[in-house]
């Protein structure tokens, strides 16, 4: 707050008072300075610590391929693996209240197996029959729960034909070599720490009836913690 | 600059009230809005010195999620394209060369040891009408990184491939796009990729979007890119 002091003009009597009273305003308000103390924006760079990590986003870590394809024919879940498999490991990496994790992948998915009935317009079981997802999921260090968080990334394999306008109908190809990603910021909402054990990559496919298999490849995946 | 006192008062002299105003009033107007940078000790401040976004409650924001955020390119005109050819290795179409994106490279200078991530979208569509060989086919779009000013072959980063399909004729799917209809719109894709790299003070950072185009002729549009810097 604005420090605040007596006014003396010319011709007064010095009172030892009134001068003690300015000084020990003085020392009470400047304990407590604040933003009307300060010009905005004060704080730079080179006023903040940088002792060990970075100040405010720490534990970088990424994961790369190149080479390795992985088929992915499963309904369930399972972790994508282009070796190395796209799971960072912390071991009880601490997630504050208000801090956040930034969560990314960019996979390709180069091949799709349709099945029945391939190759001739028809309509899907589900609306989601010909798709295949991806979803981010973590282990918690204290609990070992393992839960999905984020939305679920999908992709649709067919595409419009000739002949059958958009719609639910699986259509005469298949649409393939989708680069495929999802960005996600987990923000720790919660009132208590959340430790994560491990962040990891999920695919599976939604109906194998339809779409047994994708094929995945060349992806990174990259999170870091960002705080509050 | 620090707080200077205007009037010095000198043993055994009379102090005036004048003077001690002008002491009073100088200190007055160093305490508010008088104190800059140079006044607060380098190295001083710790996260809890800065006032911290609302995450809960109130708005879940977030003040430092993201580094300083160096240069955006975000094209908003949905008709402004750019071009790339294969003319510049029209003996070679199927080898893997690469040229950058215009307006998807930026050059950053390393102050400290830091972190850049790099976020980068665009549409890339090579044109059937101008393909040397049809069918050759689907164009790479990489994430590319050179140090300095020597720009090398292997600097593209595999992992980060793309493709970007050429304008498939009805009927043939000769880009393996999955596109067998009209050509032109249906080969489209979008390539989206997020990278980060770790790097020295004092490097000289390139990083662009490249492309490695497999026809004659092909464009790219709705161009968008960030750089995020966090140094250490």
Same mark, same amino acid.
């Given at each position: 707050?604005?420090?605040?002091?007596?006014?003396?003009? #010319?011709?007064?009597?010095?009172?030892?008072?009134?001068?003690?009273?300015?000084?020990?305003?003085?020392?009470?308000?400047?304990?407590?300075?604040?933003?009307?103390?300060?010009?905005?924006?004060?704080?730079?760079?080179?006023?903040?610590?940088?002792?060990?990590?970075?100040?405010?986003?720490?534990?970088?870590?990424?994961?790369?391929?190149?080479?390795?394809?992985?088929?992915?024919?499963?309904?369930?879940?399972?972790?994508?693996?282009?070796?190395?498999?796209?799971?960072?490991?912390?071991? #009880?990496?601490?997630?504050?209240?208000?801090?956040?994790?930034?969560?990314?992948?960019?996979?390709?998915?180069?091949?799709?197996?349709?099945?029945?009935?391939?190759?001739?317009?028809?309509?899907?079981?589900?609306?989601?029959?010909?798709?295949?997802?991806?979803?981010?999921?973590?282990?918690?260090?204290?609990?070992?729960?393992?839960?999905?968080?984020?939305?679920?990334?999908?992709?649709?394999?067919?595409?419009?034909?000739?002949?059958?306008?958009?719609?639910? #109908?699986?259509?005469?190809?298949?649409?393939?070599?989708?680069?495929?990603?999802?960005?996600?910021?987990?923000?720790?909402?919660?009132?208590?720490?959340?430790?994560?054990?491990?962040?990891?990559?999920?695919?599976?496919?939604?109906?194998?009836?339809?779409?047994?298999?994708?094929?995945?490849?060349?992806?990174?995946?990259?999170?870091?913690?960002?705080?509050? | 600059?620090?707080?200077?006192?205007?009037?010095?008062?000198?043993?055994?002299?009379?102090?005036?009230?004048?003077?001690?105003?002008?002491?009073?009033?100088?200190?007055?107007?160093?305490?508010?809005?008088?104190?800059?940078?140079?006044?607060?000790?380098?190295?001083?401040?710790?996260?809890?010195?800065?006032?911290?976004?609302?995450?809960?409650?109130?708005?879940?924001?977030?003040?430092?999620?993201?580094?300083?955020?160096?240069?955006?390119?975000?094209?908003?005109?949905?008709? @402004?394209?750019?071009?790339?050819?294969?003319?510049?290795?029209?003996? &070679?179409?199927?080898?893997?060369?690469?040229?950058?994106?215009?307006?998807? @490279?930026?050059?950053?200078?390393?102050?400290?040891?830091?972190?850049?991530?790099? @976020?980068?979208?665009?549409?890339?569509?090579? &044109?059937?009408?101008?393909?040397?060989?049809?069918?050759?086919?689907?164009?790479?779009?990489?994430?590319?990184?050179?140090?300095?000013?020597?720009?090398?072959?292997?600097?593209?980063?595999?992992?980060?491939?793309?493709?970007?399909?050429?304008? &498939?004729?009805?009927?043939?799917?000769?880009?393996?796009?999955?596109?067998?209809?009209?050509?032109?719109?249906?080969?489209?894709?979008?390539?989206?990729?997020?990278?980060?790299?770790?790097?020295?003070?004092? &490097?000289?950072?390139?990083?662009?979007?490249?492309?490695?185009?497999?026809?004659?002729?092909?464009?790219?549009?709705?161009?968008?890119?960030?750089?995020?810097?966090?140094?250490?």
């Amino acid at each position: 707050m604005p420090v605040s002091v007596d006014t003396y003009e #010319g011709g007064d009597a010095m009172v030892a008072a009134d001068v003690n009273a300015d000084y020990a305003a003085i020392a009470a308000e400047t304990a407590i300075l604040d933003d009307e103390n300060t010009r905005s924006e004060w704080c730079s760079r080179q006023h903040i610590s940088q002792a060990g990590n970075a100040t405010f986003n720490l534990n970088f870590a990424q994961l790369e391929d190149s080479n390795t394809t992985q088929v992915v024919n499963s309904t369930t879940f399972a972790q994508v693996n282009l070796v190395p498999a796209f799971r960072i490991t912390y071991g #009880g990496l601490v997630l504050q209240p208000g801090e956040v994790l930034r969560c990314h992948f960019d996979i390709n998915a180069i091949a799709a197996t349709i099945l029945s009935p391939a190759g001739t317009p028809g309509y899907l079981a589900n609306e989601d029959s010909d798709c295949y997802q991806f979803r981010f999921f973590f282990r918690n260090f204290v609990s070992g729960v393992v839960a999905g968080f984020g939305p679920t990334a999908t992709y649709s394999t067919t595409n419009k034909g000739t002949t059958v306008p958009p719609s639910t #109908g699986i259509q005469s190809v298949d649409r393939i070599g989708q680069r495929c990603s999802l960005h996600n910021c987990f923000l720790n909402a919660t009132a208590a720490a959340i430790s994560f054990d491990w962040i990891e990559v999920r695919a599976r496919v939604c109906d194998t009836a339809y779409l047994s298999s994708v094929s995945i490849k060349e992806g990174t995946f990259q999170v870091f913690r960002a705080l509050h | 600059m620090p707080f200077t006192v205007p009037v010095v008062f000198v043993a055994a002299t009379a102090v005036s009230a004048t003077s001690l105003q002008t002491n009073h009033t100088a200190l007055r107007k160093y305490i508010n809005h008088g104190i800059i940078k140079a006044d607060i000790l380098p190295v001083s401040v710790t996260t809890t010195d800065i006032v911290r976004g609302e995450y809960a409650n109130v708005v879940r924001d977030h003040q430092f999620t993201t580094g300083d955020i160096f240069t955006q390119f975000v094209e908003t005109d949905l008709f @402004s394209n750019s071009y790339a050819t294969s003319h510049f290795k029209s003996y &070679d179409l199927y080898s893997l060369k690469t040229e950058a994106v215009p307006n998807m @490279s930026k050059r950053v200078i390393m102050e400290r040891d830091g972190t850049i991530f790099f @976020s980068a979208g665009m549409a890339a569509i090579g &044109d059937a009408n101008y393909e040397l060989t049809p069918g050759k086919k689907a164009s790479g779009v990489y994430v590319q990184i050179s140090l300095n000013d020597r720009v090398i072959a292997t600097d593209y980063i595999p992992s980060t491939y793309g493709r970007a399909y050429t304008e &498939d004729n009805a009927g043939a799917d000769v880009d393996t796009s999955g596109n067998t209809t009209v050509h032109g719109i249906y080969s489209r894709r979008w390539y989206a990729q997020r990278y980060w790299r770790t790097f020295n003070k004092g &490097d000289i950072v390139n990083i662009a979007l490249v492309v490695d185009p497999r026809s004659d002729k092909m464009h790219i549009t709705a161009r968008n890119l960030n750089l995020e810097v966090f140094y250490r």
